[in-house]
């Protein structure tokens, strides 16, 4: 047999058992059905594009333009800066280099939760992130700072609001802010740590490098509004049209609506406001503060106790969906998948945790 023949009987036999590759299927399949709807539905292809850009139009514009939402996140991310210039975060180490000893896991570990109370969740993981990768964090202890965050404010103003809201409905506010806001930074680590994040192992301070920048002060501060304007158009505003759009593709064709119901009678049965509470998940936890404050005087007092909770979290769904994998793995090197994984697992906690509070310890914190 010529070795040419040879070869040619290779190449044949070769494309005979090559497999077509998942993905390939899937986009022939796509292209079928999308020929089928062009000849027997023609407006639907037209109708479901339509669909998510009106759903995302007004919460991308409106929300994450317009509103002051947008400033904030850019105040924010400068408020950062300037406490990390000031030597906020080595302080942060310092305080918490007991807890990381006592648990072994390193302490930045909480620097992305307290960052995320006095600032914003962005702001969070832009700066927290790489005070995780020079302080030597393994990719578990990365995932577990995540898990964490996500159960402290992501915004000082929702915290602010929700005090009032707190006060409103006669609740115990200092209990209920220990056992919400500061109780998880301990709780949360700790499950996380001997549960889904073992790779953890504590640090010593000389092994840890000095976190204050040393560029002049005025510089850090218009360089912290650009990285913040940054933050915004490239990372914000992205995420919202990726999770809106999707979710008017979901009401076009008619699946949204059951979406909306088992949320609601969710929330209901962890004794959470529906109305706050859907905000909080879709829309902005600050929003579903402000709009508490008009009706905590008049609902089941622990309902509000619940929204409260539920509020103090990493919501809305496009943070979680959305900006957390990908600032983090911008500014983590992780990738946006490993980001996304302990984010979701820890909103759900949340969720139960909002539940457990305002149905099992509810009357306790009620005066």
């Known amino acids: 047999m010529s070795e040419e023949k040879k070869t040619g009987e290779q190449k044949a036999e070769r494309m005979q058992t090559k497999q077509m590759p998942k993905m390939t299927i899937v986009g022939l399949c796509l292209f079928a059905l999308a020929m089928i709807a062009l000849f027997a539905w023609p407006n639907a292809l037209n109708g479901g594009f339509s669909a998510m850009v009106n759903r995302a139009h007004p919460v991308v514009i409106n929300t994450g333009i317009l509103s002051t939402m947008s400033v904030s996140i850019v105040i924010s991310v400068i408020m950062g800066r300037i406490l990390e210039r000031l030597g906020f975060t080595d302080a942060l180490m310092r305080i918490f280099l007991p807890i990381g000893k006592l648990l072994n896991f390193n302490a930045a570990v909480l ?197 409260f909770v539920m509020g103090a979290s990493g919501f809305p769904l496009s943070v979680i969906v959305g900006q957390i994998p990908l600032i983090w793995s911008n500014a983590c090197e992780m990738k946006p998948m490993d980001a996304l994984k302990p984010a979701l697992i820890g909103i759900v906690f949340r969720v139960l945790t909002a539940g457990f509070i305002a149905t099992v310890l509810g009357g306790l914190l009620i005066r």
């Open 111 to 307: 620097i992305p939760a307290i960052y995320n109370i006095l600032g914003d969740i962005n702001a969070a993981g832009r700066i927290s992130g790489p005070i995780l990768v020079r302080s030597g964090a393994t990719e578990d202890e990365k995932k577990l700072a995540i898990f964490t965050m996500v159960q402290s404010e992501q915004s000082f103003s929702t915290f602010m609001i929700g005090l009032g809201c707190l006060g409103l409905a006669g609740a115990r506010v200092f209990a209920v802010v220990i056992i919400a806001i500061f109780l998880p930074l301990l709780i949360c680590p700790l499950l996380g740590r001997y549960t889904l994040y073992r790779n953890c192992k504590s640090v010593e301070l000389e092994e840890l490098p000095i976190f204050t920048p040393e560029t002049p002060f005025l510089n850090s501060v218009f360089a912290a509004g650009q990285e913040g304007m940054n933050t915004l158009l490239l990372l914000v505003l992205p995420a919202f049209a990726v999770v809106f759009g999707f979710i008017g593709l979901l009401d076009f064709i008619g699946l949204w609506q059951y979406v909306n119901s088992f949320l609601t009678t969710m929330l209901e049965v962890l004794n959470i406001d529906p109305a706050t509470g859907l905000l909080s998940i879709m829309a902005s936890p600050t929003l579903a503060m402000t709009n508490l404050t008009e009706t905590a005087a008049t609902i089941d007092p622990r309902w509000v106790v619940g929204s």
